[in-house]
Antibody, heavy 120, light 107 residues
Framework: EVQLVESGGGLVQPGGSLRLSCEASGFTFSSYTMNWVRQAPGKGLEWLSD????????HYADSVKGRFVISRDDARNSLYLQMNSLRAEDTAVYYC?????????????WGQGTLVTVSS | DIQMAQSPSSLSASVGDRVTITCRSS??????LNWYQQKPGQAPKLLIFAASSLQSGVTSRFSGSGSGTDFTLTIRSLQPEDFATYYC?????????FGQGTKLETK
């Protein structure tokens, strides 16, 4: 069974940093593109970033480019999101998600999310 | 960035109804269009990929159509478990973008 478990969320002050982790199990982690998607309270979904197998290709949404860094450790079956210069508008549930090659890369499996609150 | 616009933003319907949700992209995305269902407190669930392909394990009451810039998600014979929020997403070009969502409520 595919499982994605996020951790690292919490309360952080504006301008601060936080590192999210996602531990994967139930599949060969190194063989899949991985994504981060977030959802602000009561709002819609926002795709943030993806990282391909071998970390060969990385993309970001404009809203986080230059502030967030995605990375992966295939030996630990883990995905990370380093978030710097956090703003109030970064408050959201952050989901780790697996991309499957169905027709291009499609997000199929999602974690349950971790809540990040940016507030003084 | 490619903008995705869904309509309507909310929709009231009854069990047994057939409903249609529309998604329009700001430029052609071929068939790189996916539909997700999200219930309160849960992660999204993939329903349709490649505009019209039903994800494994998803009931055939859901169907998708369209290509280019205009797409639809149709749910026939609504069931109680179908009341949720639905999102379209393009996976044609980075950054991948979602529509704003359509909340399907019981009438």
């Amino acid at each position: 069974e595919v499982q994605l478990v996020e951790s690292g969320g919490g309360l952080v002050q504006p301008g601060g940093s936080l590192r999210l982790s996602c531990e994967a199990s139930g599949f060969t982690f190194s063989s899949y593109t991985m994504n981060w998607v977030r959802q602000a309270p009561g709002k819609g979904l926002e795709w943030l970033s993806d990282i391909s197998t071998g970390s060969n290709s990385i993309h970001y949404a404009d809203s986080v480019k230059g502030r967030f860094v995605i990375s992966r450790d295939d030996a630990r079956n883990s995905l990370y999101l380093q978030m710097n210069s956090l703003r109030a508008e970064d408050t959201a549930v952050y989901y780790c998600a697996r991309g499957d090659t169905l027709f291009g890369v499609v997000i199929v499996y999602w974690g349950q999310g971790t809540l990040v609150t940016v507030s003084s | 960035d490619i903008q995705m616009a869904q309509s309507p933003s909310s929709l009231s319907a009854s069990v047994g109804d057939r409903v249609t949700i529309t998604c329009r992209s700001s430029q052609s995305i071929s068939s790189y269009l996916n539909w997700y269902q999200q219930k309160p407190g849960q992660a999204p669930k993939l329903l349709i990929f490649a505009a019209s392909s039903l994800q494994s394990g998803v009931t055939s009451r859901f169907s998708g159509s369209g290509s280019g810039t205009d797409f639809t998600l149709t749910i026939r014979s609504l069931q109680p478990e179908d009341f949720a929020t639905y999102y379209c997403q393009q996976s044609y070009r980075f950054p991948y973008t979602f529509g704003q969502g359509t909340k399907l409520e019981t009438k």
